[in-house]
């Protein structure tokens, strides 16, 4: 099976769908992104862009609300808070401090104060 994320103007993710791999084959039976764009737009409309379950290729698998970056051909999900870094490596946010290596807590960022904090549920 293969997977197709529609895109809005701003590359934006609308929708991701499952394709079979019989529908995007060419005519030496090779699997062709091109075809499954076709294939999309044939039956739905929009723009498209091929995304890998396993993040094979394009970094990240596409969910809706992540933007495709054409420059990076890679799918990016929302940025969480604004003091975290983009790894351009793996198109992924990063805090901009390390979490602490801890088996027994659960951590929550903090973003007023740029910190890992323990997680405690309210009551």
């Not at 999309?40 to 094979?56: D, I, M």
Request: net charge negative; with cysteine.
């Amino acid at each position: 099976m293969a997977h197709f994320a529609e895109i809005d103007d701003n590359n934006v993710v609308l929708r991701v769908i499952v394709v079979d791999n019989d529908n995007i084959r060419d005519v030496e039976g090779n699997e062709s992104e091109a075809k499954g764009i076709v294939f999309c737009n044939e039956l739905l409309g929009g723009k498209w862009v091929q995304t890998s379950y396993n993040a094979k290729f394009r970094k990240n698998y596409a969910g809706i609300g992540d933007t495709y970056d054409k420059v990076r051909d890679a799918f990016i999900q929302p940025k969480p808070f604004p003091s975290w870094i983009l790894n351009e490596e793996t198109c992924r946010w990063q805090a901009p401090v390390s979490r602490p290596v801890d088996t027994e807590n659960p951590y929550i960022w903090n973003e007023e104060e740029g910190e890992w904090v323990i997680y405690t549920p309210s009551s």
